[in-house]
């Protein structure tokens, strides 16, 4: 297993993987672990979750480091996934309690309740895009909740994997609580064949996705899924283009384009066409791409260049079936895994800008006669995670909301993940739900006590 640097394309280090020895030993000790933490008290929990979210403000920029040199993320940007991740500690340090208390019911017996219990030890298979943040924002309500966790890493990020270990080891946890584990895909069906596993969550691709559920569903195991996006980014008549032009860019460009939640259809009424086109292309053009350890970067290089590869794959089909190229459309003139900020207008469905996710800094700018055009091209994808829309008539957009066929929609903002609200998506976009008082009560018994 080797971590790479996208910037440089040079071997960071290469780690062992874990034998299936080693495998079922960690998830064993994992599995001890959960039958004594699930005892304890909230307010140990507590305790326990909020030192680690002040490990990973101590340790804020060595770990946002770490993230840049591993994938390629902005410094910046780094240290803002670092940041959320102790938010998202804090949070659930805080709520898990009143999130789990009893739910008394009235029923004909003397006293009916139902309580919320852990499981045991949950596996999360998480991606490399934001290799802290996904990975946190799935312990800290497991834990809490009094589960175990074992992780399967993206294999570009075990960097991250082992260093999220040593936040809550150091943060105080029990020893094995939680681990990494250090294999490829391929062993993950062994994983979820176990059974000290009792339920397993994945974010990643739809085929990932699809191979995993497959698997847990064999072993009628529980899944959440958090799979990709084709964001609609709706822009009205009465939209502000100055705003939502500047969220759209940077919606599609945070982490060089390499976001499940990012705008990645601009949607635009006629009216305004030209006029966004023309703006958003200004804009794109002005970004500053190069090493992303640099301040003042704003655009770093992709992942993997198999991902680069891929993303100038569906630019150059797109263009062959009738997009326009406004701006970039080609690899950058560096060393790594760089890609031009990139718009092409005139998008439409049978392109692969329209038809597939585009993981990287690529804008699709599809032309729309009116709001009623603008939700049927929005519902056109067999993805549904988030949408925007962007009109002045806040009572209209919100009625369109119910309309778009996605896990959330934000109104005159960026689609984005909140510890408060819950996260997650529909049709290929997965199913269950991240985060918010939805989230912790995933991987719970929802378990029915009546007494008579």
């Known amino acids: 297993m080797k971590a790479i640097n996208p910037t440089t394309n040079e071997v960071i280090r290469e780690y062992e993987e874990h034998s299936s020895e080693e495998i079922h030993h960690i998830l064993e000790l994992a599995d001890h672990s959960f039958k004594s933490w699930r005892l304890n008290e909230f307010a140990d929990r507590s305790d326990l979750m909020h030192s680690a979210a002040g490990v990973l403000r101590d340790n804020a920029e060595k770990y946002a480091r770490l993230i840049t040199v591993e994938m390629g993320k902005i410094i910046t940007e780094a240290r803002a996934e670092v940041e959320k991740c102790a938010w998202v500690c804090d949070y659930y340090a805080d709520k898990a309690e009143e999130f789990l208390d009893d739910e008394i019911i009235e029923t004909d017996a003397s006293r009916s309740l139902v309580s919320f219990e852990p499981l045991g030890v949950v596996l999360a298979v998480m991606p490399w895009n934001f290799p802290f943040w996904q990975v946190i924002r799935f312990i800290a ?92 980014f709706i822009v009205l008549e009465d939209a502000n283009i100055e705003k ?48 992303p350890l640099l301040e003042d970067t704003q655009v770093g290089p992709l992942a993997r260049m198999d991902l680069l590869e891929d993303l100038d794959r569906q630019v150059r089909k797109s263009i062959e079936k009738g997009a326009k190229l406004l701006c970039g459309g080609k690899r950058a003139g560096l060393s790594g895994a760089f890609y031009l900020p990139t718009v092409l207008s005139s998008v439409q469905k049978g ?23 603008a939700v049927a091209i929005a519902n056109d994808s067999p993805l549904g995670l988030g949408a925007s829309i962007w009109s002045e008539d806040t009572d209209q957009a919100e009625f369109i909301a119910r309309s778009i066929e996605s896990g959330s929609v934000f109104i005159n903002g960026m689609v984005k993940s909140d510890p408060r609200l819950p996260f997650g998506g529909i049709k290929k976009s997965g199913y269950g739900r991240e985060l918010s008082h939805y989230g912790i009560r995933e991987f719970v018994n929802i378990k029915t006590i009546w007494i008579a």
């Open 141 to 232: 309500p497991a834990m809490m909740a009094g589960n175990a966790c074992v992780l399967k890493h993206a294999s570009n990020v075990p960097g991250c994997a082992l260093a999220i270990e040593e936040v809550f080891r150091e943060a105080g946890f029990p020893p094995n609580l939680f681990r990494t584990l250090m294999i490829p895909s391929k062993a993950v069906d062994e994983v979820i064949k176990s059974d000290y596993v009792r339920a397993v969550t994945l974010t990643g691709s739809e085929l990932a996705g699809s191979r995993v559920a497959s698997s847990a569903g064999r072993e009628l195991k529980k899944t959440v899924l958090e799979l990709g996006g084709s964001d609609a």
């Open 351 to 373: 392109m692969p800008v329209f038809d597939e996710e585009t993981f990287g800094p690529v804008s699709a700018i599809i032309p729309a006669k009116d709001a009623e055009d």
């Open 244 to 291: 939502c032009v500047a969220t759209s860019v940077k919606s599609r460009m945070i982490n060089a384009g390499q976001s499940c939640i990012a705008a990645k259809r601009c949607i635009v009424v006629e009216p305004v066409l030209s006029q966004f086109e023309n703006e958003h292309a200004r804009l794109i053009q002005s970004l500053k791409i190069g090493d």
